[in-house]
């Protein structure tokens, strides 16, 4: 069961003091501790337009964000409230509301640029407030937009080879989807006489003009960075919420004193966002937690103090570092944890003790690879690698030290009482040779059936007995029934014993030489199974996000073709032919503009094909 969220009121994530950026320790702690995967949905817009009360409706509160009944700018900074998602089950609605732009007072642009700039990063859906209609002025406001690739970067080193706004061209793929709020809306949504979705008075307000002077271009610019940056839109309006002298007091009213269109469009908004707001999500699908946002505000805002511009890429590598040294601990921490309760030392075997190893060595590889990302040279694997074979060569040390002390104990146990017979002179006697080696053949058999003795065993045998070779030697020269010839004889056969015991020795080295080297390559071969098959995921799921970014790179060069058929079949093909030739320049320069001629093509297109069909075609072509 994840952990429940509590927070009673929003906390101030970034603040903004003398036009300096700062993080709040007290809100990223907050963070720190949200294991869910989180929602974030940020508003940005003109101060004083109503985007706190916006937000306190999102997080199904009266009151929360801070509202200002003046004419001032309210809210300083970005401010944070995390509340539990209302449809999605263990996920987290993150809602970021941020000081209103254009404050007079303020008067520095720098500033709000990097305000709306956070916003879109750090966002995965991006609320643009505004009140009243879309026109002009409105659109002016959003210059922010169009600086956007002057502010934010999606590659660290962006590829030589890519032409200008390449690197703006990706942010498509990492950009939220963008909702249009218009506040105190009077109009009628109509055009043509026709009654229309508030999507598609978006649609119609994001239209381009023809080009034939530096005004339409200014025109297309805010137009063409939205359709360029956010492909996924939306629009709602809001009908003014109550008579303009109770609109201070509008924290406190009930639903049933507000209007009730503005109700019900409130409530149409706050639907949508819980049921449409992703997860936010970064570059290899790398789902956002609390700690990730985190990282990612420091990283920013980082960035953004030390005059650098927001990386999209450095943070999240920035992130990846994090992580994977967090992985490589977590994956340490599962290995001692899987040895501890499984491995009793001494083992019986090398072999066992290297089993055992393996067994855990392969869960703490799947911990590491489910908990790492973007691993640049498989640096965080290799020490995890390091780590292991480090761990591995600890265990082995530890057994043998085991095995030694347990051996040197049971020798002493079971040795002891033949060599105090040995001092008391039992086997200094005639026949007493015979008597000694029998017992010792006694003893070593004891010794052989004692279990969990470890890989020591025989080493620790043959090194007590080579220590006790001259007492051996000693009773066999003072035994009196045996002639000078047996004990020749029988010195030549302990010694070829003892070299036998030594060869035997040697290979048993050996073999746990071979063991240990199998295992190396065992443990290697354990982790490029498993890091080819990370990266096979990886590679479909960079195939994914790269076709969606081509699918919409591809939109725009199609859009040249679909072009030049309306140029040549519409009733109007005169008139496209001149604006043809001056968008012609910019499309070359600007996939965005094609991307935004191609949706105005598509319009053409259909309304070309709707024409065949009416009576307005006729119309057309007799007019024409
Ligand atoms: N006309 C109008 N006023 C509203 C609306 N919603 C809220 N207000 C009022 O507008 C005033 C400012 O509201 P806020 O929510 O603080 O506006 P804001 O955009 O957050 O302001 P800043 O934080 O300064 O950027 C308050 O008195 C609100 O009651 C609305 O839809 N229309
Ligand atoms: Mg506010």
Redesign the pocket.
């Known amino acids: 069961m994840e952990s429940e969220i509590h927070m009673t009121g929003p906390v101030c994530l970034i603040e903004n003091t003398n036009g300096r950026l700062m993080t709040n320790p007290e809100a990223l702690k907050i963070l720190s501790a949200i294991t869910q995967p989180v929602v974030v949905v940020a508003?940005v817009?003109?101060?004083?337009?109503?985007?706190?009360?916006?937000?306190?409706k999102l997080a199904g509160k009266k009151k929360g964000?801070?509202?200002?009944?003046?004419v001032?700018?309210?809210?300083?900074g970005i401010w944070m409230w995390c509340v539990s998602h209302p449809k999605k089950p263990d996920h987290i609605l993150v809602l970021l509301?941020?000081?209103?732009?254009g404050?007079v007072e303020k008067g520095d642009n720098q500033n709000d640029s990097w305000i709306f700039a956070l916003a879109v990063l750090l966002s995965s859906t991006f609320v643009y407030?505004s009140?009243g209609t879309i026109n002009q002025q409105a659109m002016d406001q959003l210059h922010y937009v169009t600086e956007l690739t002057n502010r934010i970067r999606s590659k660290s080193s962006p590829d030589e080879n890519d032409y200008e706004g390449e690197d703006s061209a990706d942010f498509v793929s990492f950009f939220p989807d963008f909702v249009w709020t218009l506040?105190?809306f009077s109009l009628d949504l109509e055009a043509n006489g026709q009654p229309i979705t508030a999507d598609e008075y978006l649609e119609y307000s994001l239209k381009l003009k023809q080009v034939t002077s530096q005004k339409d271009k200014n025109f297309n610019l805010p137009r063409l960075c939205i359709r360029k940056f956010f492909p996924k839109k939306k629009c709602f309006v809001?009908?003014?919420?109550v008579h303009?002298k109770k609109?201070?007091?509008?924290?406190k009213l009930h639903d049933e004193d507000l209007d009730p269109d503005?109700v019900q469009q409130v409530a149409d908004f706050c639907s949508y966002i819980f049921t449409n707001s992703k997860t936010k999500t970064l570059s290899g699908g790398i789902k956002v937690n609390g700690p990730r946002l985190e990282s990612l505000v420091l990283t920013y805002v980082s960035a953004i103090s030390s005059g650098d511009l927001p990386c999209m890429e450095n943070a999240v590598l920035a992130l990846a570092q994090i992580e994977n040294s967090a992985a490589v601990q977590k994956a340490i921490a599962h290995y001692d944890q899987q040895m501890g309760q499984k491995v009793q030392l001494p083992t019986e075997t090398l072999q066992e003790l290297l089993d055992l190893h393996r067994a855990s060595e392969r869960e703490a590889i799947e911990v590491f690879i489910r908990s790492s990302f973007k691993d640049v040279d498989h640096l965080f694997q290799k020490e995890l690698a390091a780590q292991l074979d480090k761990k591995r060569d600890d265990f082995c040390e530890q057994n043998r030290k085991a095995s030694s002390d347990r051996c040197s104990a049971l020798l002493q146990d079971i040795f002891s009482p033949l060599e105090e017979e040995v001092k008391a002179g039992i086997y200094s006697k005639p026949g007493g040779y015979r008597l000694f080696i029998q017992k010792l053949q006694d003893l070593k058999t004891k010794y052989h059936e004692e279990p969990r003795k470890g890989i020591q065993a025989e080493e620790m045998l043959q090194m007590y007995l080579k220590s006790k070779e001259s007492m051996t030697d000693a009773i066999l020269q003072t035994d009196q029934t045996l002639t000078a010839k047996e004990k020749e004889i029988e010195v030549e056969r302990v010694k070829a014993e003892s070299a036998q015991a030594s060869a035997k020795m040697l290979e048993e080295m050996q073999r746990k030489n071979e063991q240990m080297m199998e295992q190396k390559e065992r443990s290697y071969q354990e982790h490029v199974k498993q890091l080819t098959e990370k990266m096979e995921r990886d590679r479909a799921q960079l195939l994914q996000e790269q076709e969606r970014t081509l699918a919409l790179k591809l939109q725009v060069s199609n859009c040249i073709t679909l072009r030049f058929l309306f140029s040549v079949f519409s009733p109007f093909s005169l008139i496209p032919t001149l604006v043809w030739q001056g968008e012609h320049e910019a499309q070359r320069k600007d996939p965005a503009c094609s991307l935004a001629v191609f949706n105005s093509c598509l319009s053409s297109l259909n309304w070309l094909l709707s024409s065949l069909v009416t009576k307005s075609f006729l119309f057309a072509v007799l007019s024409h």
């Open positions: 508003i817009g003109l101060y004083r337009t109503g985007k706190s009360y916006l937000m306190n964000f801070s509202l200002g009944s003046t001032q700018s309210h809210t300083k509301d941020t000081e209103g732009l404050d407030n009140m506040r105190d809001f009908d003014r919420p303009r609109l201070t007091q509008l924290e503005f």
